[in-house]
Structures are given as structure tokens and as C-alpha cells.
């Protein structure tokens, strides 16, 4: 037995409180969406954790009403139990989610849904993560998520200097595995040539803002993982997701489908095009940008209809955690940290479901 220095709690990990979602993550998540989700089909997905895909799942019994996009979209899951999923649980969107793991909190919400969670007779959720990871690797439509730093041609990593940050199981998630798998829409609308030889690929979209808190950049012109792996005598950068896996990159500017590009120039280009004032995003002019626009390789909200005055917090099917929180309003597990602007503002959602949560009607 380790005696620790100090005490230690299972905390929840993928929990965000709606109440730091800012317009830019709604903006963003209205792209995705309407530019990636119903343009490609998606129907089995796994998200990354953050405020941007957290947004994306509060605005699919809301905006993806408004769309018509039920039953088309977001219908399989692998991904661990986000309590911002349970608007779109209990609105008829998710048929299906395995997980990787559990979320504190989150139990009884899960007892309570066995339609939707893998559960044993008990009740208690059977998550697998070697089976979840299989799944994510090999069988969804896509993976999207966000990180730290982005190159000119969409490499990713998490680690800068003086910040070693964890990848999760991006790498894993965010790549194509490549080999013969089931043809899904979203897969074979990955081809881009007419090949009878061709395959489809798995989408995997980074999705970040073009600047990072403090005024840092997001895009850079070489990562900062670069300089660590010399330091530190690694043979490999430490790379998240490498580029030529990336098919869309997705920011408050816009989408590049990066899986369109027909050269490693266009590729850069298509990059910049929705880098904003970043320098690599101020490397390209605005005349190739309006080509790419027009070809239809890049777009701007604009360009989907989208006018960035409706991304607004009124959209989300919920506002705060009391907006998904049924029961008493003393929960100590899940309200002893909740203030604004802490990020682990934690839930209770123990009985959301049974209690009544209900959400609010979408903007007219």
C-alpha cells in the first residue's frame, strides 16, 4: 500500500458545464453539422471531449431539427458517456453508444437507459475498451475532435513546450486504418476519383479556433512537438494525428475538406484559407481563397447559409447544468465546483430522464 500526500477522487473527465460554451463553439458546431454531418452522412461517430464537439451535441435536437436531421445523423456512438449527449438521447437521436469507459455521475442515467447503453442485468453499464476502440478505429464514419497546435498541412499535436498534454485516444481515433472494411455513405464519400479500384476512408476533422487562450495561434508553421522530440531525445515527434489522415479541418473561419486537395500546395492553401490572421493563415491571398470557395473546397459560414449572427447561446437545448439537472439542487458530488468559469463544472444526472428533463424549443 502507497500512503498518498494528499487525498484523491475519481472526478468526471468528459463533463462540461453548457454555461462556458461560447459563441465561436456554436458558430463551429453549426458548421460541422450542416457542412460535415449532413453533407457526408455521418452516422456513427466518436467525438473528442471539449466545449466545441459539447456544443455539437447540444445543438442536434435543436438546429439539427430545424434541419431535418434526425434519423439521418449521429445515430451510433462510441464514445464515453457525455452528459451533454442526453439532450439528444432523449429526443430520439442516439440509437446506440459504447463506451470506452464510465463518467461519475452518469450511473443511474445509464441504469436507466438500457435502449441505448450496453448494460448488464444488473443495469450497471458493460463499457469494453478494447471492443470501443476497435469500433472507432475500424468501423465509424468519423472521428472529431480538437487540439493545441496545427501545421500548415493539418499535422497535429497536444504537446508544445513546456506543456506535455496527454493524446487520449486520438491517435487511434483519428486515423484511417486503411484494409477492406463495410461501405457506409459517409465512407464512400470520401472518393474522389471514379476508380473502380478506389476505397473509402474515415473522416477525421480537426476542429479548433484559429487562437488558443492567451493569444496563442493555433496554426503554426512547425510544431512545437518537433522541438520536443530533439530535446527530449524521442525518435518520433510526438504527432496526434498526422495530416495526410485529415480530411477536414474546421475553425470559426470556416471548413477546408482537405480530402479534396490534389496537391500538398493546395493542401497548405486550403488550410490557410480558414487560419484567420494567423501567419500561416495570412499566407495566402484573398484571390485563391475565392477560389477555393468557388470550386467549393473551402467554405465560410456564408457559403452554407449560415449567418453568423444566429450562433447564439439560445440555440443550445441546454443552457447550464440546472437546465439537464431534475432533482435536488444540493447534489455535493456534482455542484461542489460548478461555478462559472471553472471547467470542471460537474453535473448531477442521476435522474434526468426519470425526473422530467425536458428541452427548450428551438428559435424560430
Given at each position: 500500500m502507497v500512503v498518498a500526500d494528499k487525498p484523491f477522487f475519481i472526478?468526471?473527465?468528459?463533463?462540461?458545464?453548457?454555461?462556458?460554451?461560447?459563441?465561436?463553439?456554436?458558430?463551429?458546431?453549426?458548421?460541422?453539422?450542416?457542412?460535415?454531418?449532413?453533407?457526408?452522412?455521418?452516422?456513427?461517430?466518436?467525438?473528442?471531449?471539449?466545449?466545441n464537439t459539447a456544443a455539437i451535441e447540444l445543438l442536434l435536437p435543436t438546429y439539427g431539427?430545424?434541419?431535418?436531421?434526425?434519423?439521418?445523423?449521429?445515430?451510433?456512438?462510441?464514445?464515453?458517456?457525455?452528459?451533454?449527449?442526453?439532450?439528444?438521447?432523449?429526443?430520439?437521436?442516439?440509437?446506440?453508444?459504447?463506451?470506452?469507459?464510465?463518467?461519475?455521475?452518469?450511473?443511474e442515467y445509464i441504469r436507466a437507459r438500457p435502449d441505448i447503453f450496453f448494460t448488464g442485468p444488473d443495469g450497471s453499464m458493460r463499457s469494453n475498451r478494447a471492443f470501443c476502440q476497435l469500433a472507432g478505429q475500424y468501423a465509424v464514419d468519423m472521428f472529431i475532435g480538437s487540439t493545441l497546435q496545427v501545421d500548415g498541412l493539418a499535422n497535429s499535436s497536444t504537446v508544445t513546450r513546456g506543456r506535455l498534454s496527454g493524446f487520449g485516444g486520438a491517435p487511434n481515433m483519428g486515423h484511417d486504418p486503411h484494409g477492406r472494411r463495410h461501405a457506409t455513405p459517409a465512407w464512400l464519400n470520401m472518393i474522389t476519383e471514379?476508380?473502380?479500384?478506389?476505397?473509402?476512408?474515415?473522416?477525421?476533422?480537426?476542429?479548433?479556433?484559429?487562437?488558443?487562450?492567451?493569444v496563442k495561434p493555433t496554426f503554426v508553421e512547425t510544431l512545437d512537438a518537433v522541438e520536443v522530440a530533439k530535446t527530449s531525445g524521442m525518435p518520433l515527434a510526438p504527432v496526434m494525428i498526422y495530416g495526410d489522415d485529415v480530411t477536414h479541418?474546421?475553425?470559426?473561419?470556416?471548413?477546408?475538406?482537405?480530402?479534396?486537395?490534389?496537391?500538398?500546395?493546395?493542401?497548405?492553401?486550403?488550410?490557410?484559407?480558414?487560419?484567420?490572421?494567423?501567419?500561416?493563415g495570412l499566407g495566402v491571398d484573398a484571390k485563391r481563397v475565392a477560389a477555393l470557395r468557388q470550386s467549393g473546397k473551402v467554405v465560410y459560414p456564408e457559403d452554407l447559409g449560415i449567418r453568423r449572427s444566429d450562433a447564439t447561446r439560445s440555440l443550445l437545448a441546454a443552457g447550464s447544468i440546472a437546465d439537464w439537472w431534475s432533482g435536488p439542487t444540493d447534489c455535493t458530488t456534482h455542484r461542489q465546483n460548478s461555478g462559472a468559469g471553472n471547467e470542471k463544472s460537474l453535473p448531477c444526472t442521476q435522474k434526468a430522464a426519470s425526473a422530467g428533463w425536458r428541452i427548450p424549443p428551438a428559435p424560430v
Amino acid at each position: 500500500m502507497v500512503v498518498a500526500d494528499k487525498p484523491f477522487f475519481i472526478e468526471p473527465l468528459f463533463t462540461r458545464d453548457p454555461r462556458l460554451i461560447k459563441q465561436e463553439h456554436i458558430l463551429m458546431a453549426m458548421m460541422a453539422i450542416k457542412g460535415i454531418y449532413a453533407e457526408h452522412q455521418v452516422q456513427s461517430l466518436n467525438h473528442g471531449i471539449g466545449f466545441n464537439t459539447a456544443a455539437i451535441e447540444l445543438l442536434l435536437p435543436t438546429y439539427g431539427e430545424q434541419l431535418g436531421l434526425k434519423g439521418k445523423i449521429c445515430k451510433h456512438w462510441t464514445l464515453n458517456p457525455h452528459p451533454t449527449l442526453i439532450p439528444a438521447i432523449e429526443s430520439g437521436w442516439v440509437e446506440s453508444v459504447h463506451c470506452f469507459g464510465g463518467e461519475l455521475g452518469m450511473e443511474e442515467y445509464i441504469r436507466a437507459r438500457p435502449d441505448i447503453f450496453f448494460t448488464g442485468p444488473d443495469g450497471s453499464m458493460r463499457s469494453n475498451r478494447a471492443f470501443c476502440q476497435l469500433a472507432g478505429q475500424y468501423a465509424v464514419d468519423m472521428f472529431i475532435g480538437s487540439t493545441l497546435q496545427v501545421d500548415g498541412l493539418a499535422n497535429s499535436s497536444t504537446v508544445t513546450r513546456g506543456r506535455l498534454s496527454g493524446f487520449g485516444g486520438a491517435p487511434n481515433m483519428g486515423h484511417d486504418p486503411h484494409g477492406r472494411r463495410h461501405a457506409t455513405p459517409a465512407w464512400l464519400n470520401m472518393i474522389t476519383e471514379p476508380d473502380p479500384m478506389q476505397r473509402g476512408k474515415k473522416l477525421v476533422v480537426q476542429m479548433v479556433e484559429t487562437f488558443q487562450a492567451g493569444v496563442k495561434p493555433t496554426f503554426v508553421e512547425t510544431l512545437d512537438a518537433v522541438e520536443v522530440a530533439k530535446t527530449s531525445g524521442m525518435p518520433l515527434a510526438p504527432v496526434m494525428i498526422y495530416g495526410d489522415d485529415v480530411t477536414h479541418v474546421l475553425t470559426e473561419e470556416g471548413i477546408a475538406y482537405l480530402y479534396r486537395a490534389e496537391s500538398l500546395e493546395e493542401r497548405r492553401a486550403m488550410v490557410a484559407a480558414v487560419a484567420g490572421i494567423t501567419d500561416i493563415g495570412l499566407g495566402v491571398d484573398a484571390k485563391r481563397v475565392a477560389a477555393l470557395r468557388q470550386s467549393g473546397k473551402v467554405v465560410y459560414p456564408e457559403d452554407l447559409g449560415i449567418r453568423r449572427s444566429d450562433a447564439t447561446r439560445s440555440l443550445l437545448a441546454a443552457g447550464s447544468i440546472a437546465d439537464w439537472w431534475s432533482g435536488p439542487t444540493d447534489c455535493t458530488t456534482h455542484r461542489q465546483n460548478s461555478g462559472a468559469g471553472n471547467e470542471k463544472s460537474l453535473p448531477c444526472t442521476q435522474k434526468a430522464a426519470s425526473a422530467g428533463w425536458r428541452i427548450p424549443p428551438a428559435p424560430v
